[in-house]
């Protein structure tokens, strides 16, 4: 565990006042019961209602629904990891020694929790304009690649690709179950009449592998 934050603030675009919101926001409940969870909370708040405002404000013509696809995109789990990993929030997690055996620093739900923690403890040490600041910042390219096709999951794409050329829709089968109680992993494969082979996806529950498995038929089918 990393606890030299210079390059860390450096990648907010943030120096923390009172360094101990940034401690506790980057210590996993696994530690104690001084932990992030409470700041996970309000930074998942604070994450959902930024976006929203700042979708709202690019996209005049949008209806709402497309605004809450758009914004399901952006604030969803595996948006977040990739947040995480490009401010290498893994070597500076507190963590368990359960989970650190067991290689926490990188499992996404963990990251993901930890990236909303950081922007609650961020708004907590400074003000919304700050916070916002910082998460239009980490936010921006994410914000700027926003297509028709981001909207939409890999399950949802597929299944109007299939319709489109009058084919039945995909069949998801579980093929395994394997990992620990705390940390499965599902291994799922995905059937559709106009490939030779099933594709398979991986998750940590079964909607992320199908969807996974679906992503991968697209890729295969070249639908971009």
Avoid at 152 to 181: F, M, S, W
Avoid at 184 to 208: K, M, W, Y
Wanted: glycine letters at 6%; a neutral charge.
């Amino acid at each position: 565990m990393n606890q030299d934050y210079r390059y860390l603030n450096k990648a907010l675009a943030y120096n923390f006042k009172q360094q101990d919101y940034l401690t506790t926001a980057l210590t996993h409940r696994s530690v104690g019961t001084l932990n992030n969870e409470r700041l996970e909370f309000l930074g998942d708040a604070l994450l959902s209602s930024i976006i929203a405002d700042e979708l709202f404000k690019r996209f005049p013509e949008s209806h709402e629904g497309d605004l809450t696809r758009f914004r399901a995109s952006l604030v969803k789990r595996d948006t977040l990891v990739k947040i995480a990993q490009r401010l290498e929030l893994g070597q500076y997690l507190l963590l368990g020694g359960g989970e650190l055996k067991t290689g926490g620093e990188q499992r996404a739900s963990i990251l993901a929790d930890a990236v909303e923690a950081i922007i609650a403890a961020v708004y907590l040490d400074s003000n919304m304009m700050t916070c916002q600041s910082m998460v239009l910042q980490l936010w921006q390219d994410f914000l700027n690649n926003l297509s028709p096709c981001t909207i939409k999951d890999p399950k949802t794409r597929l299944q109007e690709y299939l319709q489109a050329k009058k084919q039945p829709l995909p069949n998801y089968r579980v093929l395994a179950i394997g990992g620990t109680p705390h940390a499965q992993e599902f291994d799922v494969e995905c059937i559709i009449s106009v490939l030779a082979q099933p594709t398979h996806g991986n998750g940590e529950n079964r909607r992320r592998a199908e969807q996974s498995a679906a992503a991968q038929a697209l890729r295969v089918l070249n639908v971009e």
